[in-house]
DNA sequence: CACAATTAAATTGTACGCAAGTGAATTTTG
DNA sequence: CAAAATTCACTTGCGTACAATTTAATTGTG
C-alpha cells in the first residue's frame, strides 16, 4: 500500500486524474446550468449574467456597480456593457452618484422590478431542474463554496 | 404533518433558493478555477479551454473535431477558431479525413506532445490550489457528474 | 444514377469574462 | 493647499460559448 521505491509520491497519478476531472466537472456543470436556465430566461430577455445581476439587485435594491461585481466576483470590463444592455431594455437606470462621482448607482425601474414576480412564477412552475435532494444541493454548494475559497487564495503566488 | 396556514409551501421556496445557491456556486467556482489555473497555463501559453483541448488530445490521440466536442461538451462554433490558434501556435495540426472529407482529423504535433510534460507541474501546482483531500473531490465530481446529468434532461421542457 | 436528407466543420453575430489602459474624481501626503 | 497615489467606471482587445446559417461531403431513396 505505501510508496514504491523509484517514486517518493506514489499519489500523483491518481490525484491528476480526480483533479482533472473535479475542474472538468465544475466547467461542464456551469454550462450545463446556463443551458437549462436559457429556455426560461429567454421568454423574459435575460441572459443567465443578465439574471445573477436582477437577483443582486432585487434582493439588495440600488447598488453601485463595483457592489454588484463584489457579490458577483465580476469586474467591471465584464458588468460596463451587461449593464448598458440591461437598461437599453429599460429594466434598469444609472445614475452618478452625486456624492462621489466616480460611482454609478444602478437601481431597477419599475419594468425591472415587475419582473422579479413574473420570473419567480416561472422557476417555480419549471421547479427541480437540478434533481438532487436538499441536503445534497446545500453539501455540494458548502463545497463549492469552500473549494472557491482556496482557489482565490491560491492566485497570489505569481 | 401539512403545512400551517401561515406557510403553506415551505418546502419549494427553500428548494428554490438552493437551487439558486448551488447555481450561483457553480458558476462562480468555475471562474475561480480559470483564474487559479490562469497563471499556470499562461507559462506554457494555453488558456483553460485549450488546456482541456489538449488533455483530450493527449490522452486518446488523434480526433475528429466533433469527437472532442462530444468529449467537452462543446460545439465547433467554438471549437473552430479555438482549434486554429493552436494550429497557429504549432501544437496541433488539422487535416481532412481522406475516407471521408467533411471530418477534421486533429493531431498533436512533436511540440504538442512535448508539452504533455509540463502538465505533471501544472496538475500538482492546482491540486495545492484546491486545497481539498481526495475523498473531497471524488465526492464533489461524483455530485457534479448526476447533476449534470439531471441539468442536462431538463432542458426539453421548453 | 439523380436528388433529397443528413452530417461535419466553418462562419457570422451576440454576449460574456478578463487583462490592460484611459480618464475623471477622490483621498492621501508633503 | 498642491502633487501623488488611489479608486471607480468605461473602453479596447482577445478568447471563449452558443445559436443560426453556410458550404461541402456523404448517405439514403427511388
Redesign the pocket.
Known amino acids: 500500500m505505501k510508496a514504491q521505491t523509484t517514486k517518493t509520491m506514489e499519489i500523483p497519478q491518481e490525484e491528476k486524474r480526480l483533479e482533472k476531472q473535479l475542474c472538468f466537472a465544475v466547467y461542464a456543470t456551469a454550462?450545463a446550468f446556463?443551458?437549462a436556465y436559457?429556455p426560461i430566461l429567454d421568454r423574459v430577455g435575460l441572459?443567465y449574467?443578465?439574471y445573477l445581476v436582477m437577483l443582486v439587485l432585487w434582493e439588495r435594491g440600488e447598488l453601485?456597480?463595483?457592489t454588484i461585481?463584489e457579490q458577483l466576483?465580476?469586474?467591471?470590463?465584464?458588468?460596463?456593457?451587461?449593464?448598458?444592455?440591461l437598461e437599453q431594455n429599460g429594466l434598469i437606470k444609472?445614475i452618478r452618484d452625486l456624492?462621489?462621482?466616480?460611482?454609478?448607482i444602478v437601481s431597477l425601474t419599475p419594468e425591472g422590478q415587475a419582473m422579479k414576480g413574473e420570473i419567480d412564477t416561472i422557476m417555480t412552475a419549471i421547479g427541480q431542474a437540478a434533481g438532487c435532494t436538499l441536503q445534497e444541493m446545500a453539501e455540494m454548494r458548502d463545497m463549492l463554496h469552500r473549494l472557491r475559497g482556496n482557489l482565490g487564495r491560491a492566485g497570489t503566488g505569481g
Chains 1, 2 share one sequence.
Open positions: 454550462h446556463t443551458r436559457k441572459t449574467p443578465q453601485p456597480v463595483k461585481g466576483d465580476l469586474d467591471s470590463g465584464t458588468l460596463s456593457p451587461l449593464l448598458k444592455r444609472r456624492r462621489d462621482e466616480r460611482q454609478v
